[in-house]
């Protein structure tokens, strides 16, 4: 159950497969075939959120009577101007909780830092990363309610690689669906199972430079087109907030100034400049110029 990434985009399938995309559930798929007798059923639909899953994929994987069962999702929701944190939290906890009532083992996973590995410009990082922590903490809390195994993205990628990454920045490649495959399989192998990892050398075919184009072109910026749309008032409020934010943090950590400033230097507060008269030259023609009342705020030259 999930979005794309357990479609499988990123990781194509061989030449005359059924399916354009192979992906991590379908290798670990067949590294458990090699033990069990398994039955796969890939719900998944690119671009799903949580509510998307709730609605159009729950029923049927409660049906199959799973004895493993994958709730991965919640990036998308976190692009969308329709982003309800609670919506969203409670969508996974229906899922998580119904899936686990009927006897399934739970296999879940916490978010990388994909606002970084995408690319996001930085006014927007922030606010997108808050978004992410919400789905984050909300799978923390199903794996402690209902345990199962679960895979920390971030630990597993370790610092940002490239090759983890397919050319949008957003899925993973060939390797990083592997790389995700294997730590499920060395989780659930601690967890009892009869299970080997998959291998991490790349087998699949290659995409040219002119297929990655063309599905930059034809797939992924119209996506990007769709998210800007989406998001773009939210884009807007987000830059103005953030450079508020840091006017401010900048003006706070400017000097004080003093309160009041008279004629020689500092001034107490409760005390006033006294008159002064100075009288520039006593030559014939010469006036004397006379300073009185002294504005406290002011320097008299």
Same mark, same amino acid.
């Given at each position: 159950?999930?979005?794309?990434?357990?479609?499988?985009?990123?990781? $194509?399938?061989?030449?005359?497969?059924?399916?354009?995309? $192979?992906?991590?559930?379908?290798?670990?798929?067949?590294?458990?075939?090699?033990?069990?007798?398994?039955?796969?059923?890939?719900?998944?639909?690119?671009?799903?959120?949580?509510? *998307?899953?709730?609605?159009?994929?729950?029923?049927?994987?409660?049906?199959?009577?799973?004895?493993?069962?994958?709730?991965?999702?919640?990036?998308? *929701?976190?692009?969308?101007?329709?982003?309800?944190?609670?919506?969203? $939290?409670?969508?996974?906890?229906?899922?998580?909780?119904?899936?686990?009532?009927?006897?399934?083992?739970?296999?879940?996973?916490?978010?990388?830092?994909?606002?970084?590995?995408?690319?996001?410009?930085?006014?927007?990082?922030?606010?997108?990363?808050?978004?992410?922590?919400?789905?984050?903490?909300?799978?923390?809390?199903?794996?402690?309610?209902?345990?199962?195994?679960?895979?920390?993205?971030?630990?597993?990628?370790?610092?940002?690689?490239?090759?983890?990454?397919?050319?949008?920045?957003?899925?993973?490649?060939?390797?990083?669906?592997?790389?995700?495959?294997?730590?499920?399989?060395?989780?659930?192998?601690?967890?009892?199972?009869?299970?080997?990892?998959?291998?991490?050398?790349?087998?699949?075919?290659?995409?040219?430079?002119?297929?990655?184009?063309?599905?930059?072109?034809?797939?992924?910026?119209?996506?990007?087109?769709?998210?800007?749309?989406?998001?773009?008032?939210?884009?807007?409020?987000?830059?103005?907030?953030?450079?508020?934010?840091?006017?401010?943090?900048?003006? $706070?950590?400017?000097?004080?100034?003093?309160?009041?400033?008279?004629?020689?230097?500092?001034?107490?507060?409760?005390?006033?400049?006294?008159?002064?008269?100075?009288?520039?030259?006593?030559?014939?023609?010469?006036?004397?110029?006379?300073?009185?009342?002294?504005?406290?705020?002011?320097?008299?030259?």
């Amino acid at each position: 159950m999930g979005d794309s990434s357990t479609v499988g985009v990123g990781d $194509r399938s061989a030449e005359g497969a059924p399916d354009r995309w $192979r992906g991590w559930s379908r290798l670990l798929h067949a590294a458990l075939a090699t033990t069990y007798d398994v039955s796969y059923c890939n719900l998944a639909v690119t671009g799903a959120t949580a509510y *998307d899953v709730r609605r159009t994929q729950l029923r049927d994987a409660v049906a199959h009577r799973p004895d493993l069962v994958s709730l991965i999702v919640g990036i998308n *929701d976190t692009m969308r101007s329709s982003w309800d944190p609670a919506r969203v $939290r409670e969508d996974l906890h229906a899922c998580a909780d119904e899936l686990a009532a009927s006897g399934s083992m739970l296999l879940t996973a916490r978010f990388h830092d994909f606002p970084a590995t995408l690319g996001v410009p930085g006014p927007l990082q922030g606010p997108l990363r808050k978004r992410l922590a919400v789905v984050n903490d909300t799978y923390a809390e199903i794996h402690a309610r209902h345990g199962g195994v679960q895979v920390d993205l971030a630990a597993v990628c370790g610092a940002p690689r490239r090759d983890f990454f397919s050319v949008d920045r957003l899925h993973p490649s060939e390797l990083g669906h592997r790389t995700l495959a294997a730590a499920f399989a060395e989780a659930l192998a601690v967890a009892g199972l009869d299970v080997e990892a998959p291998s991490l050398v790349c087998d699949g075919p290659e995409a040219g430079r002119w297929e990655e184009m063309r599905w930059l072109v034809t797939e992924v910026a119209p996506w990007f087109g769709r998210r800007a749309r989406d998001l773009g008032p939210w884009v807007a409020r987000a830059i103005v907030t953030e450079a508020r934010t840091r006017r401010s943090a900048d003006l $706070r950590q400017l000097p004080p100034e003093p309160d009041h400033v008279g004629v020689t230097g500092a001034v107490d507060p409760v005390e006033t400049v006294p008159e002064v008269e100075v009288e520039v030259g006593r030559g014939a023609g010469d006036r004397g110029i006379g300073v009185g009342d002294v504005d406290v705020d002011q320097r008299a030259i």
